[in-house]
Nanobody, 120 residues
Framework: QVQVVESGGGSVQAGGSLRLSCAAS????????MGWYRQAPGKARELVAD???????NYADAVKGRFTIFRDNAKNTGYLQMNSLKPEDTAVYYC??????????????WGQGTQVTVSL
């Protein structure tokens, strides 16, 4: 069994910061790419940022220069540091982790989501 659990969401005023965490646990051999996605009401889920096991990062244009994705491979945990938050960043944020099991299978797991609300 593998679990992916996000934490760190909340409410903040525009210009503020939040750090999200994503912890993968269970029967994990290794974690490949990890990514953060978000879904605002009435909109499709979109990629915010992702990071490979080697540390290569990719960001959506809307968050470049404001958000930073990083990870601790020893803890199978990923993070999203969000600075200079804007009201349009309001969404449910989901973590996705590509997990390799001890049997060698690769599967993507999603967390349950964490709400981020940014007010003026």
């Amino acid at each position: 069994q593998v679990q992916v659990v996000e934490s760190g969401g909340g409410s903040v005023q525009a210009g503020g910061s939040l750090r999200l965490s994503c912890a993968a646990s269970g029967r994990i051999f290794s974690v490949n790419a990890m990514g953060w996605y978000r879904q605002a009401p009435g909109k499709a889920r979109e990629l915010v940022a992702d990071i490979t096991s080697g540390g290569t990062t990719n960001y959506a244009d809307a968050v470049k220069g404001r958000f930073t994705i990083f990870r601790d491979n020893a803890k199978n945990t990923g993070y999203l540091q969000m600075n200079s938050l804007k009201p349009e960043d309001t969404a449910v944020y989901y973590c996705n982790a590509d997990v390799i099991s001890y049997t060698g299978f690769l599967r993507a797991y999603w967390g349950q989501g964490t709400q981020v609300t940014v007010s003026l």
